[in-house]
């Protein structure tokens, strides 16, 4: 299992691949090519609702709840690799954006089985979250600062680490609460007013 997606076609996103979700409330949501050089998609969120979120994974359509079952799982738990390069566009303390593996849709990020990485919260570096079966979650500081520039994000999921890399330098190992099943890429922008642009994403099993 291998793909790749540029989101370069300048129209849409590829709605065969990709469906969308979202968090409290979609009014105000948008998720379009952005009108600039190499932009990629961008997943803007509303302002109807402070906790208003969205994200865009494996799904059919859109969908809204607090958790959306992702129906294509492709990726494994304990051997697979995503490459993706996105940007925050904003750093506030009370937004969060990012990507990675996920079992389930959740505007938040929350939840069981994922290896994921997010900036824009405050704490000012570029976390590393993963979360075993039971939903217990682990986030791991890199020493990067987060910021609003484009990076290379790289989540290795291994037998007993997870590993993240940002623009070729290792950044976080983390050995606690790790993924036991399968799971789906997934992006997200979390908060009102908030977003996000990714511009390639590569999945594969190793």
């Known amino acids: 299992q291998r793909f790749v997606e540029n989101f370069t076609d300048g129209v849409s996103l590829n709605t065969f691949r990709w469906g969308i979700g979202y968090q409290d409330d979609s009014t105000g949501n948008t998720w379009n090519m ?3 050089i190499d932009g990629g998609i961008k997943l803007q969120c509303g302002t ?29 738990h ?4 995503m490459i993706a390069v996105w940007k ?10 990012g990507g990675g593996f996920a079992q389930d849709g959740r505007g938040d990020v929350a939840g069981a089985n994922m290896a994921y990485v997010y900036g824009g919260t405050g704490n000012a570096k570029f976390t590393l979250r993963t979360s075993n079966n039971g939903g217990s979650q682990t986030d791991t500081a890199s020493t990067v600062n987060d910021d609003t520039d484009w990076h290379t994000h790289k ?4 037998s007993s680490t997870v590993d993240y890399v940002i623009d070729g330098l290792t950044a976080v190992t983390s ?16 908060k009102s007013g908030s977003s996000m642009q990714i511009r390639y994403v590569e999945c594969y099993n190793t």
């Open 34 to 36: 952005a009108d600039e």
């Open 48 to 76: 109807a609702a402070t906790n208003q979120a969205i994200y865009m994974s494996f799904m059919s359509g859109t969908s809204n709840g607090t958790v959306t079952t992702i129906p294509i799982k492709p990726f494994s």
């Open 155 to 158: 989540i290795e999921c291994k």
């Open 78 to 81: 304990n051997g697979s690799v």
């Open 175 to 190: 050995s606690t609460n790790l993924p036991t099943a399968k799971m789906a890429p997934i992006f997200n922008s979390h």
């Open 88 to 97: 925050l566009n904003s750093i506030t303390s009370a937004v969060w954006s």
